[in-house]
């Protein structure tokens, strides 16, 4: 089977942000935000378009804003739809499970490196409450350990 050919990069970026379009984050700022900084954090890391792609999606799926099915149907490389399915935690999955699957696919670790990076932002930390802060420090830490990242 031939791919077809994708769509440019600003076509994903409005369809992740139509997608995503009214959701904040835990501080309270529109998600778009993050998706930008995940893209623009894979984009500074060398990524290619087909990981800059998958960071505008790379919420899409987990956060139920666009189906499997969506993700599977669009017009997007074998590769780009790997790298957001590699990065989509499965509810209740073991988070040792989901960091070797990242670690398995190839350019889904850049990815979700840029992703872990915005989010453990301590700019973007500092607004929230303590008890959240801390939890979230060590749920990011954690992951950059399985992964390789420390």
Not at 43 to 72: M, T
């Amino acid at each position: 089977m031939t791919e077809t050919t994708p769509p440019p990069l600003a076509e994903i970026e409005s369809t992740a942000r139509a997608a995503h379009a009214g959701q904040t984050d835990k501080a309270g700022r529109p998600y778009a935000e993050h998706l930008r900084a995940v893209a623009d954090g894979v984009r500074a890391r060398g990524g290619d378009e087909e990981q800059i792609a998958a960071a505008w999606l790379h919420d899409a799926v987990e956060d139920g804003k666009l189906s499997r099915l969506w993700l599977e149907e669009a017009a997007l490389t074998r590769r780009t739809k790997d790298i957001v399915l590699a990065v989509t935690k499965l509810p209740g999955e073991p988070t040792e499970a989901y960091a070797a699957r990242v670690l398995a696919t190839p350019g889904a670790l850049l990815v979700k490196e840029a992703d872990l990076a915005h989010n453990a932002d301590p700019a973007r930390l500092a607004v929230l409450d303590g008890p959240t802060r801390t939890r979230l420090t060590e749920k990011y830490a954690r992951m950059r350990a399985l992964l390789g990242l420390v």
